[in-house]
């Protein structure tokens, strides 16, 4: 594949707890670079139950990332699949529990960027460094943001999602039509070659569950019987503004309450100030 950036030596995270946003600590990993036992695992593409094949050029910030950790006492390395989406050329958006547990075990996120379709090479990159939000009193994953070591330059299948503006903080988006995108496996563990998108519904938390915070967003399917899965975790959701589209949440899981079924994702209008402290990336206003 084209664009990899590797440095082949061995590589750790460094890690530390740079300060707090709202109720969660921030935690920050900076990458030395892949070595000779990283993991891209890009062989065993999955998909959205009920979803659609994404065309060419149609989701150009969804990623496809791979996470490689080497345990320090067996040094056995495995690998970890979940979905991302670029917001800036140097800057990525995924969920928290993708890089957690054991995140000092990490030795390289790759992105995979610019293909839909397992059979048509696309853009490897690797992260530098990440940040994470968590939640120390219940441990709820969140968000996590990665920067690349060399900016991403814009093509026809490769470009950045924006994300809400100033007036749209802490605003919730019931009742907008969404749609989500992931690389994440189907329930008979059947492979596809396809990146998949499928369109769900917000709904208020206090409608979802006691369960879900002010920090989400609470979506159900809009009548296609379409459920996320592992792997699409980290996916953008995303709703059309005009002729924009605009991200509004980072996916994190599907969970059952009283026999129905809910999805959950970060709620990006939450964390615009930690999205600019942390990345230095300009938050329109309107």
Not at 102 to 107: A, E, L, M, R, Y
Not at 158 to 175: C, W
Not at 189 to 216: D, K, M, P, W
């Amino acid at each position: 594949m084209k664009g990899i950036l590797l440095l082949f030596f061995f590589a750790t995270a460094s890690a530390e707890i740079v300060g707090y946003f709202k109720e969660y600590e921030v935690h920050h990993f900076t990458l030395e670079g892949p070595s000779s036992d990283t993991i891209y695992d890009f062989d065993r593409d999955a998909r959205i139950i009920n979803g659609s094949d994404a065309e060419p050029g149609q989701f150009p910030f969804v990623a496809r990332l791979s996470i490689t950790r080497r345990n320090p006492e067996t040094e056995v390395s495995s690998g970890t699949l979940c979905t991302g989406s670029l917001i800036h050329e140097q800057f990525a958006l995924t969920a928290s529990h993708c890089v957690t547990p054991n995140s000092d075990w990490i030795t390289n996120v790759a992105f995979l960027i610019g293909t839909v379709n397992r059979n048509v090479p696309g853009t490897i990159v690797n992260s530098a460094e990440f940040w994470f939000l968590e939640q120390p009193a219940t441990l709820v994953k969140d968000l996590a943001m990665f920067r690349f070591a060399q900016p991403i330059v814009r093509t026809a299948l490769i470009d950045f999602i924006r994300i809400p503006s100033r007036v749209q903080t802490n605003y919730e988006f019931v009742g907008w039509p969404v749609t989500t995108i992931g690389w994440g496996r189907d329930n008979t563990g059947a492979s596809t070659v396809h990146l998949q998108y499928a369109n769900f519904l917000v709904l208020s938390i206090n409608v979802c569950s006691t369960r879900f915070t002010e920090y989400e967003i609470c979506y159900v399917d809009n009548g296609t019987d379409s459920m996320t899965q592992p792997g699409d975790s980290g996916g953008p959701v995303i709703v059309r503004e005009g002729d924009h589209m605009t991200q509004i949440g980072v996916h994190a899981g599907r969970r059952t309450v009283d026999g129905f079924s809910f999805h959950s994702a970060a709620r990006l209008s939450t964390f615009l100030d930690w999205i600019h402290e942390y990345s230095g990336i300009t938050i329109r206003d309107s």
